[in-house]
């Protein structure tokens, strides 16, 4: 399946090229595409999902298209993505079209989260790592945002040596919009060998 999801991608990054880069990257045990950091649509099963918005409404729900979901714990979680069928596949100009909508609506959607009043208001970012951001100097989510998890928890780091891994996991659910919970195993393995790297690095600058 992993073969047949890797063909979609290509497939997907070959017929939507007009609107930018796309880039994928492992997410809720599927792929996700994005174009400047903004995910639009999914990849699962060998499938590809668009991301639902309000202009795209009245076309996947009279299509009547599968919504992409996945099981946690046992229970069902269903994702705010429709599935590209095969007609949809054959109908290049529509297909940009939806994709062009999903794109400008997930844009839409960041920048409402980049202007929340604090960055409390994020997943995961409770009262307390709130205030090592701050302390941080990092001010605001728009500042979350252009920094990225990995630089922010470096500077986390320079205030607080007691931040770890599972800060890290936070940071990146808070950016990518999830709970740090359902972060994808591989990812929180690469995470944690990250973090692991880092500290070694300031044990060894540090002479200890």
């Known amino acids: 399946m992993k073969d047949e999801s890797y063909a979609k991608i290509k497939q997907a990054q070959t017929c939507l090229s007009i609107l930018g880069e796309i880039r994928s990257r492992a997410l809720f045990g ?6 400047d950091d903004t995910i639009f649509a999914m990849v699962a099963e060998g ?7 309000e202009q795209s409404a009245e076309y996947y729900q009279l299509a009547k298209l599968p919504m992409l979901s996945y099981t946690k714990r046992g229970r069902t979680v269903q ?7 095969d007609s949809l596949w054959q109908d290049p100009p529509q297909l940009m079209r939806l994709s062009a909508q999903a794109l400008e609506g997930a844009r839409r959607e960041k920048a409402q989260r980049a202007s929340a009043r604090r960055l409390k208001d994020l997943p995961n970012i409770n009262s307390g790592i709130e205030n090592m951001l701050l302390l941080a100097g990092i001010r605001n989510v728009d500042a979350l945002y252009r920094i990225g998890a990995k630089r ?30 359902v972060l994808p195993m591989q990812t929180r393995r690469e995470l944690q060998a990250w973090v692991k790297e880092q500290i070694a690095l300031e044990k060894a600058r540090s002479g200890n």
């Open 47 to 53: 499938e590809m999902y668009l991301r639902a918005c």
């Open 152 to 181: 922010v928890w470096i500077r986390v780091r320079k205030v607080n040596r007691r931040a770890g891994a599972k800060l890290l996991f936070a940071l990146v659910g808070a950016i990518t919009g999830q709970h740090e919970a």
């Open 30 to 35: 599927g792929y996700s595409l994005s174009i």
């Open 79 to 85: 994702l705010n993505y429709y599935r590209v069928d």
